[in-house]
């Protein structure tokens, strides 16, 4: 058994999206609601912290630390793991300190956790200097990696993918927003080792196709030689489309306002602005575009990140018609 500490309320509902569905006049759509994990709003992040915990509190860390963007939505949710078990926590978070304590950064704050701003070139240097001060005082902290994305917080994946099995439903599709790799090559090991026929397509949030595949294939590697398997894939078998980046990492464009408003007054599910209203964007030109069969079922994974809907950035812009 690989330890594991318990964080997210399991297994995730998954609903249908008839009326989506039928206003897209295409495939049969299911919606897996990991914005329901529970941990201070939910996400993605919360079933990779249940493991990365579990390796944290064996080395009897008492402090957690991580990076991210002020609006991360992984560090609001190591904040919370850090509150629940009684760990502190420094988030180093890119860019300047916002004028409004808004979305994610404003939970950041309830949540207890300490927060040192740096640019994003110097966010590795900040890391490694806030990590060695703290241990010079005599913390023992304990790094997450950036979206918790290595070896073992990417299990997570592996272990809900059977989930989603369990809970009897075996799409043709499963598309999903990708970002530091971990789901994504989480998934593909849950696929590879139930032989899985569908196809797990990442939309990526950032990253060109390549770059991503540079992480997502090594990562299915070591997610799989933890749990005591060797499961390899090829650059081809892992499945990125990197068409829906838009103006680049947070900058939600229409596409994402439309997808936002669409699953919202179609199916009451609210998406956010920088991971999962650009996957849906993507998910729905695709429907357009007739890539898939109307017979298919197209499970979209909701990976959370309702707070930065909060952030004014996004406010304003989301009540516009498109
Ligand atoms: C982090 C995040 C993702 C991307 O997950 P990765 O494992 O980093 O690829 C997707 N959606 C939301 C809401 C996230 O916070």
């Given at each position: 058994m690989i330890p594991r500490v318990s964080l997210a309320i399991l297994p995730t509902p998954i609903e249908s999206m008839p009326h989506l569905s039928g206003h897209l006049r295409g495939p049969q759509l299911f919606i897996k609601r990991d914005d329901m994990t529970g941990l201070a709003t939910g996400g993605n992040k919360t079933r990779k912290l249940e493991f990365l915990l579990a390796e944290a509190i064996a080395q009897k860390a008492d402090l957690l630390i991580t990076a991210g963007a002020i609006q991360s939505n992984h560090c609001r949710q190591v904040a919370a793991a850090a509150a629940r078990?009684?760990?502190g926590c420094i988030l180093v978070l890119t860019g300047k300190p916002p004028e409004l304590p808004e979305g994610n950064f404003l939970l950041d704050h309830l949540l207890g956790a300490k927060i040192v701003f740096s640019s994003l070139e110097d966010r590795d240097r900040q890391l490694i200097n806030v990590f060695e001060a703290q241990q010079s005082t005599g913390y023992k902290p304990y790094l997450i990696p950036y979206g918790g994305s290595n070896a073992i917080g990417g299990l997570a994946y592996a272990d809900a993918f059977e989930e989603m099995l369990c809970q009897g439903m075996c799409p043709d599709w499963i598309v999903f927003a990708s970002s530091s790799g971990g789901t994504q090559a989480g998934m593909v090991v849950g696929a590879k080792?139930?032989?899985?026929?569908?196809?797990v397509l990442g939309i990526s949030v950032?990253?060109?196709?390549?770059?991503?595949?540079?992480?997502?294939?090594?990562?299915?590697?070591?997610?799989?030689e933890r749990m005591?398997?060797?499961?390899?894939?090829?650059?081809d078998e892992v499945l990125v489309n990197d068409h829906y980046i838009g103006a680049g990492y947070g900058m939600m464009?229409?596409?994402?306002?439309?997808?936002?408003?669409?699953?919202?007054?179609?199916?009451?599910?609210?998406?956010?602005?920088v991971y999962t209203g650009r996957a849906a964007a993507g998910l729905i030109d695709l429907i357009r575009k007739g890539t898939f069969k109307n017979s298919d079922k197209v499970l979209f994974w909701?990976?959370?990140?309702?707070?930065?809907?909060?952030?004014?950035?996004?406010?304003?812009?989301?009540?516009?018609?498109?």
């Open positions: 078990y009684g760990l080792r139930s032989e899985f026929s569908g196809s950032d990253a060109p196709e390549k770059a991503l595949k540079d992480v997502v294939v090594p990562l299915v590697k070591q997610i799989s005591g398997e060797k499961i390899g894939v090829s650059y464009g229409e596409p994402e306002i439309e997808a936002i408003q669409l699953f919202a007054r179609f199916e009451g599910i609210i998406l956010d602005p909701h990976t959370g990140g309702l707070p930065a809907l909060f952030a004014e950035k996004y406010q304003q812009r989301l009540t516009q018609q498109v």
